[in-house]
């Protein structure tokens, strides 16, 4: 196998791309289609995720690093991947709630009221989430969770997923290669 000595940084913003590339493609088509919050879109998003973790794992592992990849190197490239992916799928929501359709976040805030309306809380607890809901439920909040949220998954996936696909060199190997 070919060594391609590309950093881990390369690779996770390719990955990242592509990524945030199919999502994005995702939620528009979920949003032409008047699918959003379809919970088959939501299993087949976190599916993109981990599909193209662990083609970036693979791809880096064996086109970059002659068929060799370290635990630490595979949660590096898959929190990078993470970042950049959330990040990029972040700001285009953000875009899109910001200025092309701002009446999504009031359909979100709605069904995240109706969900603790069936809770049984008093009037009290439901004004008090009804504001939380206010302040969280906007389009720079909503960049700044996806972004965190993305890099929290990206790390507890990666940490799988490396342990999975990682393939260290041997003492042997690397003794003989020096």
Same mark, same amino acid.
Request: no cysteine; hydrophobic share 50%; aromatic share 10%.
């Given at each position: 196998?070919?060594?391609?000595?590309?950093?881990?940084?390369?690779?996770?913003?390719?990955?990242?791309?592509?990524?945030?590339?199919?999502?994005?493609?995702?939620?528009?088509? &979920?949003?032409?289609? *008047?699918? /959003?919050? *379809?919970?088959?879109?939501?299993? #087949?998003?976190?599916?993109?995720?981990?599909?193209? #973790?662990?083609?970036?794992?693979? *791809?880096?592992?064996?086109?970059?690093?002659?068929?060799?990849?370290?635990?630490?190197?595979?949660? /590096?490239?898959?929190?990078?991947?993470?970042?950049?992916?959330?990040? #990029?799928?972040?700001?285009?929501?953000?875009?899109?709630?910001?200025?092309?359709?701002?009446?999504?976040?009031?359909?979100?805030?709605?069904?995240?009221?109706?969900?603790?309306?069936?809770?049984?809380?008093?009037?009290?607890?439901?004004?008090?989430?009804?504001?939380?809901?206010?302040?969280?439920?906007?389009?720079?909040?909503?960049?700044?969770?996806?972004?965190?949220?993305?890099?929290?998954?990206?790390?507890?996936?990666?940490?799988?997923? &490396?342990?999975?696909?990682?393939?260290?060199?041997?003492?042997?190997?690397? &003794?003989?290669?020096?």
């Amino acid at each position: 196998m070919e060594k391609d000595n590309s950093s881990i940084g390369k690779v996770a913003l390719k990955y990242g791309a592509i990524i945030a590339a199919a999502l994005m493609l995702l939620s528009l088509v &979920a949003y032409v289609s *008047n699918l /959003s919050g *379809n919970r088959f879109l939501g299993w #087949l998003e976190n599916i993109i995720i981990i599909g193209g #973790l662990v083609w970036a794992m693979m *791809n880096f592992r064996d086109k970059h690093r002659g068929g060799y990849m370290e635990f630490g190197q595979g949660v /590096s490239l898959g929190t990078l991947v993470s970042l950049f992916g959330g990040s #990029l799928t972040s700001l285009y929501s953000f875009i899109f709630l910001k200025y092309i359709d701002p009446s999504a976040l009031d359909g979100l805030k709605d069904a995240s009221m109706e969900r603790v309306m069936q809770g049984g809380y008093s009037d009290a607890e439901l004004e008090m989430m009804d504001s939380i809901f206010q302040f969280v439920y906007t389009p720079g909040m909503m960049l700044i969770g996806g972004i965190l949220g993305a890099i929290l998954g990206g790390v507890i996936i990666s940490l799988i997923l &490396a342990a999975i696909i990682k393939k260290p060199k041997s003492l042997f190997e690397e &003794a003989t290669q020096e």
